[in-house]
DNA sequence: AGTGGTCGCTAAACTGATTTAGCAGAGCAT
DNA sequence: ATGCTCTGCTAAATCAGTTTAGCGACCACT
């Protein structure tokens, strides 16, 4: 892999100039007194003999590799993780740095092997990134250089990148209130580990919140509230089954991801209602199936791409801000309509 | 990040010996003279000082970096990376290797930065990843070192990592076989581009080929073939009730993929057929929804993350062998049953 | 007593960049 | 003529490892 290339003394060679000048020409080196033919004579060497500096032997020297850890608890159960990645690449091409990625599962020992493998390649910085919106310790090790969390937060208060739940809950709220949905909407999705432990999620504390915030400013209270031990479909499923088997039917549902709606939607196919006529759905994620299901689900959307490009952002510009929340926009599809009747 | 680190010299002056034999004691070199209490001595003093080498001064001197590119063409636009990247990571660890990753989102400049980032940085090989089985043209820049293609060919016979597709196709019309479906079995997902250009996809005509080969054995033909311009959920929708329109309702259905088959569901339910009572079906990929739809979708899996493992393994194990066909399991789900009547 | 071989270890070169310290020559003032 | 500053450049040190070449002590053998 890349033998026999140029290396600078070459370029010096080739020059007619030492090393020095070169490396400061290469380099654009303010303040240096080298002529202005020296600069052409080192740039024309440069480009005849295509000359690309060993990064091996610079960071020896200057400590900087143009390399950023990307650490993560678990890359491949959630979709998601691709997005992030994805933006965090972007981020990183267009500042000249590269992404080196690992991955700890959630195992203490595979943690530390993937904390001692980046600081050994000295990155620059590391972004730790979580597959689920919560609070995590980060490990000492990595403390000595840049951090950021990306969808997670710490209670070191270090700089980190999190989707705006709470926002979210109040625009899902907002939008079926704005089509006069009032006393029946019920909820699907309560989950008492999810809302309680900061360390499992801190998603689903803040969506019921806003939720909360907005129904409570109208004056209006749900109509029931289901409890899922996951946000899985068939959990959604279940519930909806349990929601339509009461006396009083609600116009329109929230569920606290896509794949609970999923699930509300095959309930509500079999008990033959159709979405939004008889009821309304709208939930959170912009997982890919809210765009496939039939009526088309209106959600929030985690805007992943978004959030990895800001932690690369966090973690190389000086100018950015400490922490920041990204905004879930509303995707207002075909599941939403006034309540019937 | 990582100052302050113990140095070899710290470590040799430590044990009383030279850098030279520390050196060779942590390495492990066989052949060396050095005795049994110089060995103790150095492996205590890296021990009490925490000793990890530096990498960069390391792979300086011998070219190596115990690091991997993976360039892919595009990472997020499909879930199926995570699981690629995820067995690529796993095996990187258990050989003390790590990844790089970039994307060329398919952009010229974008792959010739990619390949100059990867390349600055030394790595031992590389892995390049297309998202959909297809062939590609590998630049030539990265020919200069090891090479593995995953779920991708390429013309210059480069060692590759796909999936057995046509085994896939095989494993599905026997399936369907075996539960005594014959003259009713229609196809949803042809597709031209697709099945013309392998540098579009690999997979549908390899996936076809296999269904015609064991139908043809087994004297049974197509009952019908629809043609879709992409396998998204939308065009199976459409092609399923196309199917629905005509005079001879199918036993079952072949979707070429998991999203063309939820579309043939939603098309199901809203004629109130249900699967598999009325109709089987059954598909490839196994996303994961195939697993959420009700029933549960009979599908063959796309081993992605056995692929990445398995590239890894051609890239750095010697004894691996040339190229690998990943076989793609069948998963029998509720999806199949005999035909009615 | 001289020679050769093994043992246990080390000095120094080497990898390819950056950076510090400083040198030679020109121009100018005293 | 001497000292001073400025210009344009370079020698050598440095980063932290790996690797080559070889040194001195000791033993055995003739």
Same mark, same amino acid.
């Given at each position: 892999m890349g033998r026999n290339r140029a290396t600078l003394a070459d370029v010096a060679r080739k020059a007619g100039l030492s090393k020095t000048a070169a490396s400061m020409v290469l380099n654009g080196r303010e303040g240096t007194r080298l002529s202005a033919e020296a600069h052409q004579r080192v740039f024309a060497a440069a480009e005849e003999l295509g000359y690309r500096p060993n990064l091996a032997a610079r960071s020896l020297r200057t400590?900087?590799? %143009?390399t950023i850890a990307f650490v993560s608890d678990i890359v491949a159960t959630t979709r998601f993780a691709g997005d992030l990645i994805r933006g965090a690449l972007d981020a990183a091409r267009e500042r000249d740095h590269v992404l080196l990625i690992t991955e700890t599962q959630g195992d203490a020992t595979f943690e530390q092997y993937a904390i001692e493998a980046v600081l050994d390649r000295q990155? @620059?910085?590391?972004?730790? %990134? %979580?597959? %689920?919106t919560r609070r995590l310790a980060v490990p000492a090790a990595i403390l000595g250089g840049p951090v950021v969390l990306l969808n997670a937060t710490s209670p070191d208060g270090l700089p980190s990148v999190v989707p705006d739940d709470e926002g979210a809950g109040r625009s899902v709220a907002a939008a079926l209130l704005e089509l006069?949905?009032? @006393?029946?909407i019920a909820l699907i999705g309560r989950n008492r580990l999810k809302e309680d432990d900061p360390e499992v999620s801190l998603a689903a504390r803040a969506r019921l919140r806003g939720i909360r915030q907005t129904l409570d400013e109208a004056q209006v209270s749900l109509l029931a509230e289901c409890f899922c031990t996951e946000w899985l479909p068939e959990h959604g499923y279940a519930a909806m089954r349990g929601l339509l088997g009461k006396p009083k039917r609600p116009s329109a549902i929230i569920c606290m991801n896509d794949r609970l709606a999923f699930g509300a939607y095959q309930a509500l196919g079999e008990a033959g209602l159709s979405v939004p006529e008889d009821i309304s759905v709208i939930s959170f994620d912009d997982d890919p199936i809210a765009a496939w299901l039939r009526p088309s689900l209106a959600t929030t959307a985690l805007p992943h791409e978004q959030m990895g490009r800001r932690a690369v952002e966090l973690l190389l510009d000086e100018s950015a801000a400490e922490s920041s929340l990204v905004a879930m926009p509303l995707r207002r599809r075909r599941s939403l309509a006034p309540p019937a009747g």
């Amino acid at each position: 892999m890349g033998r026999n290339r140029a290396t600078l003394a070459d370029v010096a060679r080739k020059a007619g100039l030492s090393k020095t000048a070169a490396s400061m020409v290469l380099n654009g080196r303010e303040g240096t007194r080298l002529s202005a033919e020296a600069h052409q004579r080192v740039f024309a060497a440069a480009e005849e003999l295509g000359y690309r500096p060993n990064l091996a032997a610079r960071s020896l020297r200057t400590r900087k590799t %143009a390399t950023i850890a990307f650490v993560s608890d678990i890359v491949a159960t959630t979709r998601f993780a691709g997005d992030l990645i994805r933006g965090a690449l972007d981020a990183a091409r267009e500042r000249d740095h590269v992404l080196l990625i690992t991955e700890t599962q959630g195992d203490a020992t595979f943690e530390q092997y993937a904390i001692e493998a980046v600081l050994d390649r000295q990155v @620059d910085g590391v972004i730790y %990134a %979580a597959m %689920a919106t919560r609070r995590l310790a980060v490990p000492a090790a990595i403390l000595g250089g840049p951090v950021v969390l990306l969808n997670a937060t710490s209670p070191d208060g270090l700089p980190s990148v999190v989707p705006d739940d709470e926002g979210a809950g109040r625009s899902v709220a907002a939008a079926l209130l704005e089509l006069g949905h009032r @006393d029946a909407i019920a909820l699907i999705g309560r989950n008492r580990l999810k809302e309680d432990d900061p360390e499992v999620s801190l998603a689903a504390r803040a969506r019921l919140r806003g939720i909360r915030q907005t129904l409570d400013e109208a004056q209006v209270s749900l109509l029931a509230e289901c409890f899922c031990t996951e946000w899985l479909p068939e959990h959604g499923y279940a519930a909806m089954r349990g929601l339509l088997g009461k006396p009083k039917r609600p116009s329109a549902i929230i569920c606290m991801n896509d794949r609970l709606a999923f699930g509300a939607y095959q309930a509500l196919g079999e008990a033959g209602l159709s979405v939004p006529e008889d009821i309304s759905v709208i939930s959170f994620d912009d997982d890919p199936i809210a765009a496939w299901l039939r009526p088309s689900l209106a959600t929030t959307a985690l805007p992943h791409e978004q959030m990895g490009r800001r932690a690369v952002e966090l973690l190389l510009d000086e100018s950015a801000a400490e922490s920041s929340l990204v905004a879930m926009p509303l995707r207002r599809r075909r599941s939403l309509a006034p309540p019937a009747g």
